[in-house]
């Protein structure tokens, strides 16, 4: 990866311009049985068009707090590098409360409501689905991205230094989450462009956002990201890592 990439939206445009076709983010839930590849090229398709809403329609910018009620999902992934890229604050799991704009899946929709300002729903259904009804107060992620630009130009670049992500009440700067994604990806296995590895931890610990998605990221590896993991037996992890072709795991 390039050595001069500074913030995490640096990460992916590297990892876009090196190698498009190769896989970034495979989903799997193993509640519903969903499975769910993204190239580096669509993921980023994804974050572009989720950067335009969230500058474009949702008014974010630089500083500004976006709190991300969301479990580990590959939706979430798109959401982290959208903020990443607006220069917006991804603060993960944090209160709606004292945010400029929430996140919420389904699960988290009533604590959303504490957010006085802009507030997006994802349903979280497989194929990125909209919802049946639209929760009162919100707008469907799902509705609102598709027409979204495929490419995105911040108004205002982002400054490296400034905070970027909160995660378990720890906040990180864009350059620190870059610097702690390459300074600690061989300690969850990660050896280089290449690597796969496999996740089952939650997002709500740097731990967990690290092996999930930035040290991946960082390293031109990829992720295998399972949720609800412990509903899925031994035997058929085994054949999942070898089907992937994991070289790592977290979990």
């Known amino acids: 990866m390039n050595a001069t990439d500074r913030t995490p939206a640096d990460l992916l445009r590297s990892a876009l311009a090196a190698d498009p076709a190769r896989p970034l ?5 193993d509640a519903t049985g969903e499975r769910v590849e993204l190239s580096v090229a669509t993921f980023a398709n994804w974050v572009a068009k989720t950067s335009n809403l969230l500058q474009g329609d949702l008014a974010a910018g630089p ?11 590959w939706q979430t ?16 799991g944090g209160d709606p409360a004292a945010a400029d704009v929430v996140v919420s899946g389904p699960d988290a929709l009533e604590a959303a409501r ?24 919100f707008a469907d992620y799902a509705v609102e991205v598709p027409g979204q630009g495929d ?12 905070p970027a992500l909160i995660v378990a009440g720890r906040e990180f700067s864009a350059a620190e989450v870059v610097e702690r994604a390459r300074a600690e990806a061989t300690e969850v296995g990660l ?5 796969r ?18 040290a991946p990221l960082a390293t031109g ?15 058929a992890l085994a054949k999942r890592i070898e089907s992937e072709r994991v070289t790592a795991t977290a979990r």
């Not at 957010?115 to 107060?137: D, I, K, N, Y």
């Not at 590895?197 to 092996?211: H, I």
């Open 221 to 235: 590896g990829s992720v295998v990201l399972c949720r609800n993991l412990d509903q899925l037996g031994e035997e």
């Open 25 to 29: 983010v495979t989903f799997y839930d």
């Open 197 to 214: 590895l496999l996740s089952g931890l939650p997002y709500d610990t740097w731990e967990g956002l690290n092996a999930g998605l930035y």
């Open 114 to 137: 504490a957010c006085s300002g802009e507030r997006v729903a994802l349903a979280l259904r497989p194929l990125g689905g909209r919802f049946p009804q639209p929760p009162a107060g």
């Open 77 to 92: 992934a798109v959401w982290l590098l959208a903020c990443a890229s607006v220069g917006a604050i991804a603060d993960v």
């Open 191 to 195: 050896m280089g462009p290449g690597s």
């Open 151 to 162: 490419r995105f130009v911040p108004f205002a670049p982002v400054d490296p230094e400034e």
């Open 63 to 73: 500083g500004d707090r976006v709190a991300l009620l969301l479990p580990a999902h």
